[in-house]
């Protein structure tokens, strides 16, 4: 399997006085998965659609393997893409919709059905995409997107419409196709599924990255030094740690944080001190919780806003 390393280089795009892409640089490299993630009119939609040739940019330069997509004799050997699930002709069986997709990269039959079979749709391949749910048209845009066996996949929201069974498998069947040497780029707002999919993260706001990180560091990064405790006796815990700790404050009953202590030695404190404890646990932020962070300044419309608006 070539190498198909998607990579964006500073790309600018307006529609009419709408700045949709401002200086937008980031690279998809193979054998990850990358998320990529930021608020609605971020960005990521347009990115996706200039790579593929779909929307021209006004500055700046997006390639595949080196090359600019629309270059390629044969585009879907190269980067397979999931922009719309409903895309499809609701007449046509998915197995006819696929075989016509195939026929026009000069691909066998044989292809489509093993791609069939990779997404779970062999026995609802004969029944027209009409009477598809959500769901079922996700695996079969995973299908097509999969036809011409390509070094890189590009997938917009794979994850809507998907049941918990579909979620668990989608999860599974990317990480499967990155550990196969792919460079994989998934568009999601949901941010659970990619933090227990995603390698790598490329986070935009108003059409510009504000963060090109691992998922491990980011929420590494948004962490921070907190540790909890659950105790019996909260009052003497906090006599006993606040002269070690940057920060010690009750949150709860039986329950405090502290601050600028690693979690090894609050315990030593509190078994010096003679303090029973029943838990303590360093914080983990959420993938969710560093996103919200990050993104707090980028956000095109607020549900303040719409208050003060209404207000009026």
Same mark, same amino acid.
């Given at each position: 399997?070539?190498?198909?390393?998607?990579?964006?280089?500073?790309?600018?795009?307006?529609?009419?006085?709408?700045?949709?892409?401002?200086?937008?640089?980031?690279?998809?490299?193979?054998?990850?998965?990358?998320?990529?993630?930021?608020?609605?009119?971020?960005?990521?939609?347009?990115?996706?659609?200039?790579?593929?040739?779909?929307?021209?940019?006004?500055?700046?330069?997006? +390639?595949?393997?080196?090359?600019?997509? /629309?270059?390629?004799?044969?585009?879907?050997?190269?980067?397979?893409? +999931?922009?719309?699930?409903?895309?499809?002709?609701?007449?046509?069986?998915?197995?006819?919709?696929? +075989?016509?997709?195939?026929?026009?990269?000069?691909?066998?039959?044989?292809?489509?059905?093993?791609?069939?079979?990779?997404?779970?749709?062999?026995?609802?391949?004969?029944?027209?995409?009409?009477?598809?749910?959500?769901?079922?048209?996700?695996?079969?845009?995973?299908?097509?997107?999969?036809?011409?066996?390509?070094?890189?996949?590009?997938?917009?929201?794979?994850?809507?419409? !998907?049941?918990?069974?579909?979620?668990?498998?989608?999860?599974?069947?990317?990480?499967?196709?990155?550990?196969?040497? /792919?460079?994989?780029?998934?568009?999601?707002?949901?941010?659970?599924?990619?933090?227990?999919?995603?390698?790598?993260?490329?986070?935009?706001?108003?059409?510009?990255?504000?963060?090109?990180?691992?998922?491990?560091?980011?929420?590494?990064?948004?962490?921070?030094?907190?540790?909890?405790?659950?105790?019996?006796?909260?009052?003497?815990?906090?006599?006993?740690?606040?002269? /070690?700790?940057?920060?010690?404050?009750?949150?709860?009953?039986?329950? !405090?944080?502290?601050?600028?202590?690693?979690?090894?030695?609050?315990?030593?404190?509190?078994?010096?001190?003679? !303090?029973?404890?029943?838990?303590?646990?360093?914080?983990?932020?959420?993938?969710?919780?560093?996103?919200?962070?990050?993104?707090?300044?980028?956000?095109?419309?607020?549900?303040?806003?719409?208050?003060?608006?209404?207000?009026?």
């Amino acid at each position: 399997m070539g190498d198909a390393t998607i990579e964006v280089n500073g790309l600018c795009k307006r529609f009419g006085p709408t700045l949709a892409l401002d200086g937008m640089s980031f690279a998809v490299r193979p054998g990850q998965v990358t998320g990529f993630i930021g608020p609605n009119g971020a960005g990521k939609s347009t990115t996706m659609r200039v790579i593929l040739g779909l929307d021209a940019a006004d500055a700046g330069i997006a +390639l595949v393997g080196g090359r600019p997509y /629309r270059s390629i004799q044969r585009p879907l050997s190269t980067l397979g893409s +999931l922009l719309d699930a409903s895309a499809l002709q609701p007449g046509r069986t998915a197995r006819n919709h696929l +075989l016509w997709l195939a026929h026009s990269q000069c691909l066998p039959a044989s292809r489509v059905d093993e791609v069939i079979g990779a997404v779970g749709l062999a026995q609802a391949a004969r029944r027209k995409t009409g009477g598809y749910s959500l769901g079922m048209r996700q695996r079969l845009g995973i299908a097509a997107a999969l036809l011409g066996d390509p070094p890189a996949l590009m997938l917009d929201e794979p994850f809507n419409g !998907l049941d918990p069974a579909g979620i668990v498998w989608m999860r599974g069947f990317l990480r499967s196709l990155a550990a196969g040497g /792919r460079a994989v780029l998934v568009s999601s707002h949901l941010m659970s599924e990619l933090e227990d999919t995603a390698d790598h993260l490329v986070i935009v706001g108003r059409g510009r990255v504000v963060a090109d990180t691992s998922v491990a560091d980011l929420i590494a990064a948004f962490s921070g030094d907190r540790v909890r405790v659950r105790i019996s006796d909260p009052v003497a815990a906090i006599a006993a740690l606040r002269p /070690r700790a940057g920060t010690v404050a009750a949150t709860g009953p039986g329950e !405090l944080t502290t601050t600028g202590l690693p979690a090894e030695q609050v315990v030593a404190v509190l078994s010096a001190a003679g !303090l029973p404890f029943s838990e303590v646990s360093a914080h983990r932020a959420s993938l969710a919780e560093a996103y919200l962070e990050l993104t707090a300044g980028e956000v095109e419309f607020r549900a303040a806003d719409m208050t003060t608006e209404v207000a009026r």
